[in-house]
């Protein structure tokens, strides 16, 4: 149940951000990245029914206000300050939460997947515990990228690799390829429709200067091959 999956934009040497933000402006990857996030895939009468989205603090600082919490998500930060969401508007969204690592992220929203979902017709929302939680995912940065990278618990890397090398000061870990098998781009094409369970652009897809691709790294385990389904 635990098992979640990595998105990230990627150049070809690994950079993912710049002075805090993307190094880039992609509108139909970050069209792309909303929809695998978003995505519910089991139908539910459930409005309360959402993914995770597990980010630092600096990912979370870096998402334009305007766009957070990222909607119809539940959004984790993770952080070693318990006051971080005091005096901010989302201190009482039950979108939002703290948790104080990478683990205790992963815990608290393993909680939220087994859960009874929220009867229709019922009061709104008004907390955490009201949440159900379908998949999880861990969404950056570095910082973050660099600890789930390492758990058995991830499965997927879905990784939008831009055809580029451009300034970056943050870089994703290398994959290792004992753990990750890179899919060929006929599979990584299949898997990402039968995952989404719609139609995803296949091949090179151009974007103003920039040219990118979405692949996936798939972690081959017996575990695996029934979990995130
Ligand atoms: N290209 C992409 O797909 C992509 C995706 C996401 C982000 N990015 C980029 O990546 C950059 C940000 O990455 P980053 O590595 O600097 O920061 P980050 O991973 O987003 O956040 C780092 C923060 O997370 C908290 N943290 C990290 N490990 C922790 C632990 N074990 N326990 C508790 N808290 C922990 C700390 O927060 P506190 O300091 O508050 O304690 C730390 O300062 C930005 O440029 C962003 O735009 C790119």
């Known amino acids: 149940m635990r098992s979640f999956s990595i998105v990230v ?6 950079g993912i951000g710049f002075e805090g933000k993307l190094p880039w402006r992609l509108k139909k990857d ?3 990245f909303a929809r ?3 995505k519910i895939v089991h139908s539910t009468t459930c409005s309360t029914r959402v993914n995770a989205c597990i980010m630092g603090r600096v990912t979370w600082e870096s998402i334009p206000a305007r766009f957070r919490p990222l909607s119809s998500r ?7 300050n318990p006051h971080y969401l005091d005096n ?4 009482n969204n039950p979108l939002v939460a703290l948790a104080s690592s990478f683990e205790d992220a992963l815990d608290l929203v393993e909680s939220l997947q087994g859960q009874s979902p929220v009867e229709p017709g019922s009061s709104p929302s008004s907390s955490v515990a009201d949440i159900q939680v379908e998949r999880i995912f861990l969404i950056g940065g570095a910082q973050l990228y660099n600890q789930g990278i390492l758990s058995k618990d991830c499965s997927n890397i879905f990784m939008t690799r831009i055809q580029a090398i451009v300034k970056c000061d943050t870089f994703f870990p290398n994959i290792d390829p004992s753990q990750y098998r890179l899919l060929p781009r006929y ?3 299949t898997f990402l429709e039968n995952y989404l369970q719609e139609p995803v652009e296949a091949g090179i897809i151009t974007e103003g200067e920039y040219s990118y691709e979405y692949t ?3 972690r081959d385990s017996a ?3 029934c979990k995130d389904e």
């Open 9 to 14: 934009a990627a150049d070809l040497a690994n």
């Open 30 to 32: 970050m069209a792309f």
């Open 36 to 38: 695998i996030t978003s």
């Open 74 to 80: 539940f959004n984790v930060i993770v952080t070693r």
């Open 88 to 91: 901010k508007p989302e201190k």
């Open 187 to 189: 599979e990584s094409h």
């Open 216 to 218: 996936v790294y798939h």
């Open 223 to 225: 575990e695996n091959s």
